[in-house]
């Protein structure tokens, strides 16, 4: 390991006492209403370290909204699906069936028939019946 990437661990760096003469000068600047970046080039410090003694010590500064900033509401996305109307069965056996023909199941037991119409988007189904197997949810 190099000089340059020695790792110090948060839990056992030690806490530095910001001095009281900082402390002030760093309330009335927040006061002045200066930013977090513009403070630190000021008091020779980070603007990090300026963000958290303005938080520890209460301190709102300027452009930092005092609500949670991970918690935003976005308008829920609507999805536009296309209607598609119900075709009529061509009642085709299982044996009969080939490829780029729907394979849903029109008959509720066996001996089944199949739709039969021409698959859609590279399912099984036709756009009718991958429509009514498939919620745009399951998409994602
Ligand atoms: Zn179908």
Redo the contacts with the bound molecule.
């Keep these: 390991m190099t000089d340059a990437c020695i790792q110090i661990d948060s839990r056992q760096a030690p806490r530095i006492r910001w001095p009281e003469n900082r402390s002030s000068a760093l309330s009335e600047l927040v006061e002045e209403k200066l930013s977090a970046r513009q403070i630190a080039a000021i008091l020779g410090v980070t603007r990090n370290a300026v963000i958290g003694r303005c938080y520890r010590a209460g301190l709102q500064l300027q452009g930092r909204p005092t609500g949670n900033p991970g918690v935003r509401k976005r308008p829920p996305v609507q999805r536009q699906i296309p209607v598609v109307e119900r ?1 009529d069965s061509l009642n085709i056996t299982f044996a009969d069936l080939s490829t780029g023909q ?1 394979k ?1 199941a029109v008959t509720e037991s066996p001996p089944h028939l199949f ?1 039969g ?1 021409q698959t859609a988007g590279g399912s099984s ?2 756009a ?2 991958y429509r009514l197997c498939y919620r745009p949810e399951d998409r994602r």
């Design positions: 075709p729907c849903y739709c119409h189904y036709c009718y019946h």
